[in-house]
């Protein structure tokens, strides 16, 4: 695995004939470097492609390195329990063992077709026989918290975590009911961490094994049905928010040492339709061989849509073989394609 890090700048005035010349060689281009273009790299490199993977951030692993690298994934195959970290190093080592190229702060703004020669041009330098998009959701940035922060709190509220240790000897809030919201206060509750979940409902959208956890903890408190309604700080540092019931209107004040909003994220994705694929309410529209609209472009991951898509990791790996196989058996029909590792044929 090569790994290349470069601020790119392109100029795309110059001529196709200089292009020609000039452009770096593939037979297929990775957009995208989380986990799912990770292992399509490795798949595809595995079947003798030469491969490139483009990565518009300076880090490699996508969501699970950025924004939950010490959360612990439980629906990763072989896996009972993995962090985000974790499987981006094994997915990053898998990757070493093939001759895959990363060309990571690297963003895709054009994808044309290469007139001198079958594939496509991206960015007018670098040409590839076929493509797969692998952007997951796009860009991504935390829905923020509605009021009011004084400066001299703000640098106590979070919106993940990267090292759990932190928060040791604290009491820690967690601002919503959703995944991210258990999951993250059963991290710290497992570290020994005193938190209280503060949900507008009475029920929670989790895993009822989490939530069980959450219940039998002596570390954790779930505080329903409250809304945060104002942010102070006490004249000792701490963090008071003052809470809402948004069933009887009555309130309450809690102290703590810091917040964790967990209200999710603002994902944007809207930089495909610069590169003429069909989308469907902002995700790709693929067909079952993950082929998008234009001809040698694929899309994989939480980047597309199809009936009864599920958005998890390890579907995008399967998403993967199924894409760089129908590249194989386009690019070389004659050609006996070994599908799996445990072909006794």
């Known amino acids: 695995m090569k790994l290349v890090n470069i601020n790119v700048k392109v100029d795309i005035t110059k001529s196709k004939r200089w292009q020609i010349f000039m452009e770096e060689n593939y037979d297929l281009a990775i957009i995208g470097a989380g986990p799912v273009g990770l292992y399509a790299g490795y798949f595809a490199s595995l079947h003798g492609l030469s491969t490139v ?7 490699v692993g996508g969501q699970p390195a950025q924004i939950y690298p010490a959360k612990e994934l439980l629906d990763i195959p072989v896996f009972s329990r993995i962090t985000g970290d974790q499987l981006t190093a094994n997915l990053s080592n898998q990757l ?8 990571t702060n690297y963003k895709v703004e054009t994808i044309d077709q290469n007139k001198a020669a079958a594939g496509l041009i991206i960015n007018g330098e670098l040409s590839a026989k076929s493509i797969i998009i692998a952007t997951g959701l796009g860009a991504f ?4 918290l509605p009021l009011d922060i004084p400066e001299s709190a703000r640098p106590h509220f979070h919106y993940f975590i990267k090292d759990p240790a932190a928060f040791t000897s604290k009491r820690v809030a967690v601002l919503g009911g959703g995944d991210s919201a258990l999951d993250w206060a059963d991290l710290l509750q497992q570290n020994g961490v005193d938190v209280a979940v503060i949900h507008r409902r009475n029920k929670f959208r989790g895993l009822d ?14 505080i329903t049905p409250y809304l945060p309604i104002q942010v102070t700080s006490t004249p000792s540092g701490q963090i008071k928010l003052s809470l809402k019931d ?5 309130t309450l004040e809690e102290t703590f040492d810091e917040v964790l909003v967990a209200y999710g994220f603002k994902t944007k994705n809207d930089f495909v339709d610069d590169w003429g694929v069909k989308t469907d309410n902002g995700f790709i529209h693929v067909n079952r ?6 001809p ?3 899309a994989i991951g939480d980047a597309v849509t199809y009936e009864s898509r599920v958005p998890i990791i390890a579907l995008g790996f399967g998403e993967a073989q199924i894409a760089i196989t129908d590249i194989m058996r386009s690019r070389f029909p004659e050609k006996k394609i070994t599908l799996h590792s445990t072909s006794i044929k």
């Open 296 to 298: 040698a472009i694929y």
């Open 289 to 294: 061989q993950m082929a998008t609209n234009r």
């Open 96 to 103: 070493s063992t093939e001759s895959a190229t990363i060309k």
């Open 141 to 144: 940035s935390p829905k923020k």
């Open 246 to 250: 948004v069933t009887e209107g009555s």
């Open 53 to 59: 993977i483009l990565e518009s951030l300076a880090q």
């Open 209 to 222: 094994r989490t939530i069980a956890h959450l219940n039998d903890s002596e570390h954790a408190e779930l």
